[in-house]
């Protein structure tokens, strides 16, 4: 593996995403008001159903934008050199186009029958209950939440990777390149654990939106630095990297290996663009007017777009630069300027820590919701609202618990962090959850939905185009789950239980 060095190029050029992601934070934070509670209450709409609503299409966007960025980007370009230099671009911009068609039409679901007056799906199930009857509800809700809840160990393990990456740089800056610095992952799993477990008393998605804000932020910093460091070492370079050929990355491999990455990064550049899971429940954080639909088919442009933007210029400028050598985890490439290394690595850990939430609010408010009537005694020490009050820069603000959303969230994320620490080589898993949950969840249960929506007939040219839509992605689904497989099981042949050595 080559790693960046600094002679014959300006690393001032890379402090510039840092003042940019500066930038950002101040003129997208204005877009949020700073008025207290009670002034955003008596702003925002109060619904149909009495519920009080605050997010706008900024606070959506936000959502969105964490949930579909993560530290999967830094994948991509591994990606693109298993597919080569015409699958590779073409893929990320195809499954771009059909994340975006098929969002869109989600967003006409959130309310049913009429996508603007209707009634409202609080959630993706809700959503499948109401357009496809209670039988497709309990497969749709199990694939759901466990890749909600999937995707949270894999954070917590990459978090714990990440803050490893950042131990290792000071060992190597204290003695040399080559020295042998290793660390355990546990003791930071626990510590990122922690944390999550006092963001987790946040009452719902809304009341977290300055945290989709953060995580927002540091991934277009890390992403933004990546890609600054793939320009330098092409520039040092002076050379073009990478072929036309597919399945030509990996010197030494055996020709079944390789193909089974083809099938895994065809699988992880699909996978890269899908929030539908999440989609209705951000929807449920908007206010209106204007409608709900209108606002989130907005939402889903500039969450999609921005994302394709970045995703297809960092995976064909790290394919340029790298070529068949580029590193699964982009960041491992480049250890020098050792400074700017750790800057990116610690962007991924708070991006990380802040998307957790995301992901774990909409299980929290699943969990809930379906608590047993018996454990919902109005008035009982458990449920009693209690309010802390607190005064900043002589403004008042308050904040609400109740012992059982402490105990039972806190529990949760002790129950996560365990089993993040037990199974270190999650993330494999998590690849082929990831790839049997994508053609249902991001393709056939939102075509369907829309079906039944607009009344589409069967045997017309929109329903036959649906049809090859999603039997193209079904084919995508089971390669990858091959390829995912192929993956885990080579993970599984090193794996140790409670031992993370990373």
Not at 64 to 91: D, E, K, N, R, Y
Not at 92 to 112: G, H, K, M, W
């Amino acid at each position: 593996m080559q790693l960046l060095q600094p002679q014959g190029w300006d690393f001032n050029l890379c402090i510039t995403p840092t003042y940019l992601t500066l930038s950002l934070f101040i003129s997208f934070t204005s877009a949020f008001p700073s008025a207290s509670l009670e002034s955003m209450e008596m702003d925002a709409s109060s619904a149909d159903d009495g519920r009080i609503r605050t997010g706008t299409v900024w606070t959506a966007t936000a959502h969105a934008f964490t949930s579909t960025v993560g530290s999967g980007i830094l994948a991509l370009p591994w990606s693109v050199a298993q597919l080569g230099w015409i699958l590779g671009p073409f893929f990320l911009v195809f499954f771009a186009a059909v994340s975006y068609y098929i969002a869109i039409l989600l967003c006409d679901c959130y309310r049913t029958p009429d996508p603007v007056k209707g009634r409202r799906n609080y959630t993706y199930m809700d959503a499948v209950r109401a357009l496809l009857g209670p039988k497709h509800v309990l497969i749709s809700g199990i694939m759901q939440y466990s890749v909600l809840w999937g995707i949270m160990i894999g954070f917590t393990i990459t978090a714990a990777i990440s803050t490893a990456t950042l131990k290792r740089s000071a060992c190597f800056h204290e003695k040399e390149a080559n020295a042998k610095c290793e660390v355990s992952g546990n003791s930071y799993m626990i510590a990122f654990g922690a944390l999550e477990i006092l963001l987790s008393q946040f009452p719902n998605l809304e009341k977290v939106t300055f945290l989709s804000v953060i995580a927002t932020l540091t991934s277009l910093a890390y992403a933004l630095i990546a890609l600054c460091l793939s320009i330098a070492k092409f520039s040092i370079q002076n050379e073009a990297k990478g072929t036309i050929m597919v399945a030509m990355a990996g010197e030494g491999l055996a020709t079944s290996t390789k193909i089974w990455q083809v099938f895994q990064a065809l699988g992880n550049i699909a996978f890269s663009y899908t929030y539908s899971m999440l989609l209705l429940e951000i929807q449920d954080t908007l206010k209106s007017p204007p409608a709900e639909n209108k606002a989130m088919k907005r939402v889903t442009l500039y969450a999609i777009g921005g994302t394709a933007l970045f995703y297809t210029s960092l995976g064909c400028m790290g394919y340029v630069a790298f070529g068949a050598d580029v590193p699964g985890n982009y960041l491992t490439g480049f250890y020098k300027p050792l400074w700017l290394a750790d800057i990116t690595n610690l962007a991924v850990i708070i991006h990380l820590i802040v998307g957790y939430q995301v992901f774990a609010q909409t299980i929290f408010a699943k969990n809930e919701k379906s608590l047993p009537t018996r454990w919902q005694v109005h008035g009982s020490f458990f449920n009693k609202i209690y309010t802390a009050r607190f005064q900043y820069r002589k403004q008042d603000y308050s904040f609400q618990f109740t012992p059982s959303r402490f105990l039972l969230r806190t529990g949760f994320v002790i129950f996560t962090t365990l089993v993040a620490m037990l199974f270190p080589f999650f993330n494999a898993i998590l690849g082929l959850l990831g790839a049997i949950s994508f053609w249902p969840l991001t393709v056939y249960f939102p075509l369907k939905m829309y079906m039944v929506q607009a009344n589409i007939k069967r045997g017309n040219s929109t329903w036959m185009m649906f049809q090859v839509l999603s039997l193209l992605c079904l084919v995508v689904s089971l390669v990858s789950a091959i390829g995912s497989v192929a993956d885990m099981l080579e993970h599984l042949k090193h794996a140790q239980l409670f031992h993370v050595k990373l």
